[in-house]
């Protein structure tokens, strides 16, 4: 199995035995963005830098013998209607197209507390409204596992993101069936 299609139980796992280091993870992750992204449309914005920068801080950590946290180390994908300081959030709209944020979102702030590395903001409907995923200002996100079929919305870039193992997990929201939609149709677990 490629470390891109591990489960989080399972990167975690690894990780404390030391079979593989936070930085392989998220170049793996990192490395199935390049290959498949332009036809799955999934990401709108790839953080790689900062990415492996918070990677090899918690490398850093277990390297000193600090046991790793469930979700330390562990890639993530944030959908882009959740606020990432210092990065854009357009919402998937050309009205927000500028906008970077200037805050993190609580479940972001708690994610970097528990050492998630953030690989990138994923696309969604805009403004969260929408059903099917077509309906981003800057691109169309595709079903991975059939590209002529919708990955459902509005969480369609972290759905389609995690079935198409361009990340471990990813975060999601949920108002009228945004995430329970699009983890139906790709074929993951949506909580």
């Known amino acids: 199995m490629r470390l891109n299609e591990l489960t989080i139980k399972e990167a975690h796992e690894g990780l404390k035995k030391k079979q593989f ?28 830098k900062d990415a492996l920068a918070q990677a090899k801080a918690v490398d850093k950590k277990i390297k000193a013998g600090v046991i790793p946290g469930s979700l330390e180390g562990v890639p993530v994908a944030v959908k882009d209607n959740m606020l990432v300081q210092s990065v854009k959030c357009t919402a998937s709209s050309r009205i927000l197209e500028n906008y970077t944020a200037v805050y993190d979102a609580t479940v972001v702030t708690k994610l970097k ?6 690989l990138g903001k994923t696309c969604n409907d805009e403004f969260a409204m929408g059903s099917s995923g077509e309906n981003c200002a800057y691109k169309v996100t595709r079903n991975p596992h059939d590209l002529e079929r919708v990955p459902g919305g509005s969480s369609s870039g972290s759905a389609a993101a995690v079935a198409a193992h361009e990340t471990i ?23």
Not at 169 to 191: E, F, H, K, M, N
Request: hydrophobic letters at 45%; a negative charge; one cysteine or more.
């Open 21 to 48: 280091s936070s930085e392989e993870l998220t170049r793996a992750c990192l490395a199935r963005i390049k290959e498949v992204d332009d036809k799955i449309g999934a990401f709108l914005t790839v953080l790689e």
């Open 169 to 191: 997990y990813a975060l999601g929201s949920d108002t009228g069936g945004s995430i329970r939609q699009p983890a139906a149709l790709c074929g993951v677990v949506g909580l």
């Open 113 to 118: 507390r528990a050492g998630a590395v953030i």
